[in-house]
Structure formats: C-alpha cells, structure tokens
C-alpha cells in the first residue's frame, strides 16, 4: 500500500499520453528506487522548464524563450515556411532534420465536429507572415486525416493571391496517421516528394 502522495504521483503520471496506470507506477517505483540519479533531475529539469516556458509570438512552437529555438536558427532557409496543425508535428519534422527551413502552428485544425473555425487557428499570422514577404514555397503539412486535408485546402485558398510556391507533404504517409507517431524514414520520404497543390 503506497502513501497518498505516492498515489498521487501514479495517478498524475498515468495522465500523461502512452502511460496508463501500471506503467505510471512502473514509472513512480523506478524514480524511488534511484531518487538521486533519476528523480532529482528530473524534478530540476521540470521546474526549470515550468518557470521559463513560453510560447513564441513568430511560429507558435513551445520553447523556454521567445523567439523560439527554430526562429533564431540562423542556418534555416526563410524563404521556406512549413505549417504544421501541432508543435509535436513541428518536433517530428524537426527531429528528422531534413526540412531546411522554418516553421509554423496552427495550433490544431479546423473541425465542424468540434467547433474548430479559422479564427481558432492561428491563419491569421500566417498570413501576416505570408504577406511580409521574403517567403517563396509554403509546405502544408497536415496530418493525412479529413480535417488535416480541410485546413490545407482552406489555407491554400487563403493564401493563393500570394506569390509563393505552395507544395504540400506526399500522400505516402498513413490516412488517418498523426506525423508523431511516424519514423524518420517515412517523414523523409514524404518531404522528399512533396508536390505543388492544384
């Protein structure tokens, strides 16, 4: 029988996404069992990242500074812009480091479903940053699922008096599939054949 606190632990674990019950205390035994090496850090690393976190004003992705990590980059092309529907879609792309370019989060996707209109999103800094100018290709890349495809098709029509180049990510990757949960290969692939929308 574990103390209050310790179940309190479990449970705020098991909340979190891929952890159900058993393995948060999985998790919560582990952390006890090397409290120094393990749960020390982690509680520095989540403190840390509890008191600087923010959200940049330019993409929309989640950093401990404004403007983010990607936007300061100075070794990314800014006259390629990928939209992404979540930051753990820009984290994936990212992470397969073959977009050269910079980012930016809608913040989800439309969904009549759910209520999700285009002033909900994050459209209208697109395309502010659509209209400043110096971007010459926009890659849309929504998730391959219904509402994913709405929102490119209604952002492409936003954006289409616009000089820009605009390709979306290949039909390859999964209907229905979430770009987090895809491997480096099949993200390389898609970028790789990314085609201009008609």
């Known amino acids: 029988m574990a103390s209050q606190e310790i179940e309190a632990l479990v449970q705020a674990l098991s909340r979190l996404p891929g952890l ?6 999985r998790a919560v035994l582990h952390l006890l069992k090397r409290r120094e090496v393990a749960m ?34 100075m070794r990314r092309d800014p006259r390629m812009l990928c939209v992404v529907e979540e930051v753990a879609d820009l984290w ?19 969904s009549a479903l759910e209520g999700i209109r285009p002033e909900d999103l994050a459209i209208d800094s697109l395309i502010r940053r659509i ?8 890659v849309l890349a929504m998730n391959a699922t219904l509402e994913g495809q709405t929102t490119a098709h209604y952002i492409a029509d936003r954006i289409a008096q ?6 979306q990510l290949a039909h390859g990757l999964p209907v229905g599939g979430e770009l987090d949960y895809l491997d480096e290969g099949t993200l390389a692939q898609a970028l790789r054949a990314r085609r201009p929308i008609s």
């Not at 616009?162 to 390709?167: A, D, H, I, Q």
Request: contains cysteine; aromatic residues 4%.
């Open 162 to 167: 616009y000089p820009v180049r605009l390709t």
């Open 40 to 73: 020390a850090p982690l509680l520095r690393a989540l403190e840390a990242v509890n008191e600087s976190l923010t959200t940049c004003s330019i993409c929309g992705n989640v950093d401990t500074a404004d403007p983010c990590a990607v936007c300061t980059d």
């Open 92 to 110: 994936a792309l990212d992470r397969s480091r073959l977009f050269p370019g910079r980012f930016h989060v809608l913040g989800g996707r439309l």
């Open 131 to 138: 209209a400043e100018g110096g971007i010459d290709e926009v």
């Open 20 to 25: 159900g019950p058993r393995s948060a205390r």
